[in-house]
């Protein structure tokens, strides 16, 4: 550093407050160093990773030293008083023999936070309702988020009303809880609940029927509580029923978002959303900000037709469809219903589906005028769409992410031609496409009218990529590229690509080579 007084502005714990340190085996000397640094004082975010993950875990004398190690990061982060986003990602038995002075430490640290994230967390049943009972009387915290973790020996009483003093709620894949423990949670939800926003995904240890066993009223008055409701799993048609009209009456509800799959629930889900009164449904999504669909499985599109077609177009901008996975089995002549739902829809994740005919079409509803801005079409076979209007659809929209879709080398042409030209363009992923074809120039001034781009293994040559750093060093919107698993790239430590690579990284946000 040039002299005293900058190193002194330089380490100023206000303009470090906002980095996340991350911990694990590998580095917890330093760590423990790093968080006595006089910058670090104000740190808010942790991660703390600690077990089998890591090559440093071996035998049990190496967990035993990540144990003590662990108590006593914990303890100097509790002294600084400062941090409040902390992620743990535990082995087991860091906290299996936890002394009792340690323990409570551990339920200060907890409840001094205001978003904890807990992975692979194992505490016995009596330590859970030890720390859930502290949430109960006395917490900062707002944010929590469980994943692969056991709650099903804890009492549903005392996990409903401390998790309901939460502003934020997650509950992720591999988490075990019992039906009584979800009956329980939206029973207490719908009388009284600090929660916004509930994540409820179905993970390996939750049942299929689980969230359809909770009453309807329950369900619908404790969704209506929250600001934004995300569930994964099945819900049967009094839920969905109860929930719609709840939400035409009067609901806090704004963005609302259910995912399935029908491989796992028979098609019911598919019977129970199909079967909602039209009219009442239609009238939910108005009420809503956003909808979001989201469905794995196999089976006809026609109970989406029947489902949507209704619905006004101004409440279908708001509807975001994720069949991510699919695979559509559509009639012929319901093709143009299909397109002209797609059209309707602001966001549209047909990834992995096997389009084949549907492709097609839809560029082509696309190209004629649509309401859709967000496009995730990877992982399909695109090599047989005209490149003009695969070209002219995709430079409509405003995110595209066609990563791995076999473009042929005219499409490519195409597509940064008018990128190059006009486009609304802002985020693309066009990875594991071969775009060395594409003219420097072209390319240059295409990449640059974006916000983000991602050309990873693309076959770029080293020439496309200089034209396109010297392009970004005059005139750029860039503030994310990322060129990853690309060869050309290993040019780059040249003297003069160096020197040009250093100016673009001060020009973007986020280089990632």
């Known amino acids: 550093l ?28 330093l760590t423990k160093s790093v968080l006595g640094f006089r910058r670090f004082l104000f740190l808010k975010k942790l991660t703390l990773i600690c077990g089998p993950q890591t090559k440093y875990c071996k035998c049990a004398k190496h967990l035993k030293e990540q144990e003590e190690q662990f108590y006593e990061v914990l303890s100097r982060i509790m002294k600084q008083k400062k941090t409040e986003h902390v992620a743990l990602n535990l082995h087991p038995t ?30 016995s049943n009596y330590q859970m309702e030890t720390v859930l ?49 979800l009956q329980t949670l939206f029973k207490t939800m719908s009388n009284e609940t600090n929660l916004k926003t509930l994540t409820l995904y179905r993970g390996n240890e939750i049942d299929e029927t689980e969230f359809s066993d909770i009453d309807p009223c329950d369900f619908a008055n404790g969704a209506s509580k929250l600001s934004k409701l995300s569930l994964r799993g099945h819900i049967s048609l009094n839920q969905l029923n109860a929930l719609f009209k709840r939400l035409v009456e009067s609901s806090h509800l ?82 143009p219903k299909l397109m002209k739902l797609f059209a309707k829809l602001e966001s549209l994740n047909v990834a992995r589906t096997g389009l084949d005919k549907l492709s097609e079409p839809l560029f082509k509803t696309m190209m004629y005028g649509s309401n859709l801005s967000k496009l995730d079409i990877s992982n399909n076979d695109l090599s047989h769409i005209n490149p003009g209007v695969l070209a002219i659809s995709i430079n409509m929209l405003k995110i595209v992410k066609m990563e791995n879709v076999s473009l042929s080398k005219d499409q490519v042409k195409h597509i ?60 750029t919107k860039l503030s994310l590229l ?14 003069d690509n160096l020197l040009l690579l250093r100016q673009v990284d001060r020009n973007i946000n986020k280089l990632i080579l």
């Not at 040039?2 to 590998?26: A, F, K, Q, S, Y």
């Not at 340690?102 to 992975?119: C, E, G, P, Q």
């Not at 099903?152 to 894949?173: H, P």
């Open 2 to 29: 040039v002299c005293r007084e900058w190193r002194n502005i330089g380490e100023d714990p206000c303009l470090w407050r906002e980095v996340e340190v991350t911990l694990d085996c590998g580095n917890v000397e």
């Open 94 to 123: 860091i906290l299996a023999n936890i002394t009792i002075s340690n323990f409570h430490n551990f339920i200060a640290f907890w409840n001094s936070l205001k978003v904890l994230r807990l992975k692979n967390v194992k505490l």
């Open 416 to 475: 940064f031609c008018n990128m190059a030209w006009c486009t609304t363009l802002e985020d693309l992923n066009i990875s594991r496409n071969d775009i060395c074809h594409v003219e420097d120039d072209t390319l240059a001034v295409a990449v640059n009218n974006l916000r983000k781009a991602q050309l990873d293994a693309t076959n770029i040559t080293i020439n496309q990529i200089v034209k396109m750093f010297s392009k970004c060093c005059e005139q």
């Open 482 to 495: 990322s060129l990853e698993l690309n060869q050309e790239l290993k040019h780059l430590i040249y003297r």
């Open 254 to 335: 704004k963005d609302l978002e259910i995912g399935y799959c029908a491989s796992f629930y028979h098609n019911e889900f598919l019977c129970s959303l199909t079967n909602v009164n039209p009219i009442l449904f239609k009238e939910a999504i108005h009420k809503l900000d956003k909808f979001a669909l989201k469905y794995t499985g196999q089976c006809s599109a026609g109970w989406r037709l029947e489902t949507f077609e209704n619905i006004p177009e101004d409440d279908m901008k708001k509807m975001h469809l994720d069949t991510a996975g699919s695979r559509w089995g559509v009639a012929t002549d319901n093709l």
């Open 133 to 181: 009972m502290r949430m109960k009387k006395e917490s900062n915290l707002e944010e929590l988020c469980l994943e692969d973790t056991n709650l099903q020996g804890i009492s549903s009483q005392i996990l409903a009303e401390a998790l309901n003093k939460l502003v934020k709620l997650e509950i992720l894949d591999d988490v075990k809880i019992s039906k009584e423990q």
